[in-house]
């Protein structure tokens, strides 16, 4: 691979004139960052919970306890499901713009190399 340098400064370009977002002040970040806050609260909340239902011998606020444990746990449910989401979505997003470049140079060398089997 003698072409190496030339061949990313050439994916550098194209990457450059797709225009794509900054990651920095996207919408991706937000949520990303959301769900990784989600995620902690949800914890947090659920800890709350146990700690009120074996703190007291009342039935109705061990049943509180319960629901609040639920809504915890909800809440770091989503929170993963948000930043799997969206911390996959930064992966696959210059995966796919690599990709249809690597293919986009693939077809330009067999092209070339079937012209000049002529």
Not at 7 to 17: G, L, S, Y
Not at 25 to 51: C, E, H, K, P, Q
Not at 88 to 93: H, K, M, N, T, V
């Amino acid at each position: 691979m003698p072409d190496n340098s030339q061949r990313i400064e050439e994916f550098t370009k194209e990457v450059a004139q797709m225009n794509l977002p900054d990651n920095r002040s996207s919408r991706d970040r937000l949520f990303l960052i959301a769900g990784a806050s989600l995620m902690g609260l949800g914890i947090v909340v659920t800890v709350l919970a146990y700690f009120i239902g074996h703190g007291t011998t009342n039935p109705l606020q061990q049943r509180d306890a319960i629901v609040i444990a639920l809504i915890g746990l909800t809440l770091a449910v989503v929170g993963a499901a948000l930043f799997v989401r969206y911390s996959l979505a930064q992966f696959l997003r210059f995966w796919l713009a690599r990709n249809s470049w690597e293919q986009t140079t693939q077809t330009d060398r067999l092209i070339d190399a079937l012209r000049t089997d002529r």
